[in-house]
């Protein structure tokens, strides 16, 4: 009996230091995952970014928004108009009906980001204008990219 008792606090004392050497490797290979995923979507032009969030038997990583200036449109209110016309049809398509502007984020290589007004996750499209070759604006759109909002 007492022999059975010093093999369990043996057992328990060699496991400890093992099992905590496992969650901390897997933390830091998480946190390693993240700081490189970060750099690679900045590297990139990417507006969003990545965090780990902590769920019910461990962690996972989410897209998040990057922090970026809120700013107005450089297009003007005709191309605007056309640019929730191609967004809101593309909405349609997924299900949602009547999208709405919520707010627009700029990027340095003046692309800008077109939040809409959701519920819970966010949804965005990257959106790019470009000068025509035959006059006018040429309208570039991003499939819809959802993140997680803070």
Do not use: C, H
Request: hydrophobic residues 40%; aromatic residues 8%.
């Amino acid at each position: 009996m007492q022999g059975s008792r010093y093999a369990k606090w043996v057992s328990w004392v060699v496991s400890l230091p093992i099992l905590f050497s496992l969650a901390v490797s897997q933390s830091t290979s998480l946190s390693s995952s993240v700081e490189y995923a970060n750099k690679k979507a900045e590297a990139e032009g990417s507006p969003f970014r990545w965090k780990s969030k902590t769920v019910p038997g461990g962690s996972m990583l989410v897209r998040v928004l990057a922090d970026l200036p809120s700013g107005a449109s450089r297009a003007d209110p005709v191309v605007k108009q056309d640019t929730l016309a191609l967004i809101a049809k593309s909405e349609a398509v997924a299900g949602r009906t009547y999208p709405q502007v919520e707010d627009i984020k700029l990027l340095k290589d003046g692309r800008e980001v077109w939040l809409l007004k959701t519920g819970r996750d966010g949804i965005a499209y990257i959106v790019d204008f470009r000068q025509s070759a035959q006059g006018g604006t040429d309208i570039g759109i991003s499939k819809p990219q959802s993140y997680q909002k803070d």
